[in-house]
């Protein structure tokens, strides 16, 4: 049962920088979870807002914007990460029940899906991030006696440098089939960074292993820094994410992976809000068009 836990220390992890913005998304996560027509419910991540200074004040429920869904961040751009949680939580669920055991949080943040979703017997949830972000949110669920619903292993590790050893040491085996996911991750990452975890992720999946990731395709961010989404979270949340952004030209990772036969799969976000009749839809400069979600599977041998 979720309680309410207190105002954690160790929010260091958090506080700035990228950091920061697993804290934006676990509010656009306990909006998501409290609407009529909720599309992902996650009860804990209202806590990580309620217990991290950093984000005093900000909403956890609709009621608490004054212009509800014509906000352009905590509207458009909060349910577009309650859109992006659902179809990833079906993605992840979906290749635990095809056989991958293993799950991989790159960049995991303040993910909860360890204690959320209903995993098939004998799945490991691996959680890689850095240590203060891990810290932050062992001390609020903690405080809130979660349980989690699989073996869950918190790894240490920074993803500019060699996490596949940590991932190794905290017990992944790269002989069972595995499911990866890196959300809202790798456009912070320099390009070459990006092409090595990719690579790495090839290496070590088994036959029957998938990956799900979220890409940028804009050939320049700045083209969109006056998009509603981006001016509103910096002049409401101090937020600057272009300047968060890694600015490289992004690596075609879809591509590296397919040339290593995988069978890949691109979307864009409205495809999604098509099929589940709900979620963002284009708009003029629209900061969201050049969003990519990506899924690819390893063909069992």
Same mark, same amino acid.
């Given at each position: 049962?979720?309680?309410?836990?207190?105002?954690?220390?160790?929010?260091?992890?958090?506080?700035?920088?990228?950091?920061?913005?697993?804290?934006?998304?676990?509010?656009?996560?306990? =909006?998501?979870?409290?609407?009529?027509?909720?599309?992902?419910?996650?009860?804990?991540?209202?806590?990580?807002?309620?217990?991290?200074? &950093? *984000?005093? %004040?900000?909403?956890?429920?609709?009621?608490?914007?004054?212009?509800?869904?014509?906000?352009?961040?905590? %509207?458009?751009?909060?349910?577009?990460?309650?859109?992006?949680?659902?179809?990833?939580?079906?993605?992840?669920?979906?290749?635990?029940?095809?056989?991958?055991?293993?799950?991989?949080?790159? %960049?995991?943040?303040?993910?909860?899906? &360890?204690? !959320?979703?209903?995993?098939?017997?004998? *799945?490991?949830?691996?959680?890689?991030? !850095?240590?203060?972000?891990?810290?932050?949110?062992? %001390?609020?669920?903690?405080?809130?006696?979660?349980?989690?619903?699989?073996?869950?292993?918190?790894?240490?590790?920074?993803? *500019?440098?060699?996490?596949?050893?940590?991932?190794?040491?905290?017990?992944?085996?790269?002989?069972?089939?595995?499911?990866?996911?890196?959300?809202?991750?790798?456009?912070?990452?320099?390009?070459?960074?990006? &092409?090595?975890?990719?690579?790495?992720?090839?290496?070590?999946?088994?036959?029957?292993?998938?990956?799900?990731?979220?890409?940028?395709?804009?050939?320049?961010?700045?083209?969109?820094?006056?998009?509603?989404?981006?001016?509103?979270?910096?002049?409401?949340?101090? =937020?600057?994410?272009?300047?968060?952004?890694?600015?490289?030209?992004?690596?075609?990772?879809?591509?590296?992976?397919?040339?290593?036969?995988? =069978?890949?799969?691109?979307?864009?976000?409205?495809?999604?809000?098509?099929?589940?009749?709900?979620?963002?839809?284009?708009?003029?400069?629209?900061?969201?068009?050049?969003?990519?979600?990506?899924?690819?599977?390893?063909?069992?041998?």
């Amino acid at each position: 049962m979720v309680g309410t836990a207190h105002r954690s220390t160790g929010v260091e992890g958090v506080e700035g920088g990228v950091g920061l913005t697993a804290l934006l998304v676990a509010a656009a996560r306990a =909006i998501e979870t409290h609407r009529h027509d909720t599309l992902a419910q996650d009860v804990y991540a209202e806590h990580f807002v309620l217990a991290a200074p &950093a *984000c005093a %004040g900000w909403p956890v429920r609709m009621h608490q914007v004054p212009d509800g869904d014509a906000n352009p961040l905590w %509207g458009r751009f909060a349910r577009y990460f309650g859109l992006r949680t659902r179809v990833l939580d079906d993605f992840l669920l979906r290749s635990a029940h095809s056989g991958a055991r293993q799950v991989v949080l790159l %960049g995991a943040g303040l993910d909860t899906r &360890a204690f !959320r979703l209903d995993w098939p017997p004998g *799945c490991t949830v691996f959680e890689v991030d !850095r240590e203060g972000v891990l810290a932050f949110k062992h %001390g609020v669920l903690g405080g809130l006696s979660a349980s989690p619903k699989a073996a869950r292993v918190p790894v240490v590790a920074d993803l *500019c440098a060699d996490w596949a050893a940590a991932l190794a040491e905290a017990g992944f085996d790269a002989a069972v089939p595995s499911v990866w996911l890196a959300e809202g991750l790798l456009f912070y990452l320099p390009s070459g960074v990006e &092409a090595r975890l990719v690579d790495t992720v090839g290496r070590l999946s088994a036959g029957g292993s998938a990956m799900a990731y979220e890409v940028k395709l804009e050939k320049s961010l700045l083209e969109y820094r006056e998009s509603p989404l981006y001016t509103s979270t910096k002049h409401q949340i101090g =937020i600057d994410l272009l300047d968060l952004f890694d600015a490289e030209p992004r690596p075609d990772s879809a591509g590296a992976l397919a040339g290593k036969g995988w =069978i890949t799969s691109v979307h864009t976000p409205f495809d999604f809000t098509h099929q589940h009749g709900r979620g963002p839809l284009p708009e003029p400069n629209d900061a969201l068009e050049g969003n990519r979600w990506v899924f690819a599977h390893k063909p069992r041998v």
